[in-house]
């Protein structure tokens, strides 16, 4: 299973950005996909997360109402779209999967996360 990240780049704030990532096999027979993004010199934090199978999502404080997860079974791609970016939006943005775990809503512990990308980096400039 690989995961490809894309999409990243510098923006100003305020404008917009959508990341991707690819998923290459199917990582479990039913999985939890989500983005992490990691500030230099700050730990990985959860950005946002969606079931595979349905609709169900969760974001962070920080992001909600700002970013949108988004997912296109037949592509088997994950989609970040990121509008009215902030200068602390700055981060490498990593995509995940987990095995599903029928929490609700989705539980977004770090260490449950298998699978990952390489991370695409995204700056905000103000």
């Known amino acids: 299973v690989q995961l490809q990240a894309s999409g990243g780049g510098l923006v100003q704030a305020g404008g917009s950005l959508r990341l991707s990532c690819e998923v290459s096999?199917?990582?479990?027979?039913?999985?939890?996909m989500a983005w992490f993004r990691q500030a230099p010199g700050k730990e990985r934090e959860f950005v946002a997360a969606?079931?595979?199978?349905?609709?169900?999502?969760k974001y962070a404080d920080s992001v909600k109402g700002r970013f949108t997860i988004s997912k296109d079974n037949f592509k088997n791609t994950l989609y970040l779209q990121m509008d009215s970016l902030k200068s602390e939006d700055t981060a490498v943005y990593y995509c995940?999967?987990?095995?599903?775990?029928?929490?609700?809503?989705?539980?977004?512990?770090?260490?449950?996360?298998?699978?990952w990308g390489q991370g695409t980096l995204v700056t905000v400039s103000s």
């Open positions: 995940t999967a987990k095995p599903e775990d029928g929490m609700r809503p989705i539980a977004t512990n770090i260490n449950d996360f298998i699978y």
């Open positions: 096999g199917r990582p479990f027979s039913s999985y939890i």
């Open positions: 969606v079931r595979w199978t349905g609709t169900a999502t």
